[in-house]
């Protein structure tokens, strides 16, 4: 006799079954273009010294629906704005960045810390990482780690 607790009842019914496609996010793709764009505005806004609206900036535009390259792109993008806050901040003043984003913009900056740390260039810089991870979680609590583990839109 077959053990019955064992038996994947979902198997049994392809209506339930959701294709790759269904997955996805209804929003709009972003192009190479457009990135590339928010990546020119973010090294203005740091050669002038406003970090915190290169942060805002960065943030506000997530490639949700995009091909890995672009996604990569913005990554990279992201972690020279946390490198270049962090080269000219005390350790100490993260807090006040973090605060002052919406808590979209720290669910955002979560997926970006999780994504970097997947990256060569994050491992080699994680004490810088794992310096925002830390503050961001401080301040916020774990609501954007939930939310980033459950989420279907990936960056």
């Known amino acids: 006799m077959e053990d019955w607790r064992r038996i994947d009842i979902d198997a049994y019914e392809p209506e ?11 929003l709009p793709a972003t192009s190479l273009s457009e990135i590339q764009t928010v990546s020119k505005q973010v090294r203005t806004l740091l050669s002038q010294g ?11 535009y997530p490639p949700y629906i995009a091909s890995e390259d672009i996604k990569s792109l ?7 704005i946390l490198c270049s806050i962090k080269n000219n901040h ?27 740390m997947n990256t060569s260039y994050g491992q080699k810089q994680g004490g810088l990482i794992l310096s925002w991870y830390e503050k961001t979680v401080e301040i916020t609590g774990l ?13």
């Not at 973090?98 to 955002?108: M, V």
């Not at 609501?143 to 960056?155: A, H, K, Q, Y």
């Open 74 to 80: 913005h990554t990279e993008t992201i972690f020279e």
């Open 90 to 116: 005390n350790l100490t003043e993260l807090s006040s960045f973090i605060k002052q984003l919406s808590s979209d913009e720290q669910d955002i900056l979560v997926k970006y810390l999780y994504k970097t």
């Open 16 to 26: 339930n079954h959701l294709s790759k496609e269904e997955l996805l996010p209804n």
């Open 143 to 155: 609501g954007p780690i939930v939310r980033f583990l459950s989420d279907r839109r990936t960056v």
């Open 50 to 60: 406003k970090f915190l609206d290169a942060l805002k900036l960065g943030l506000q």
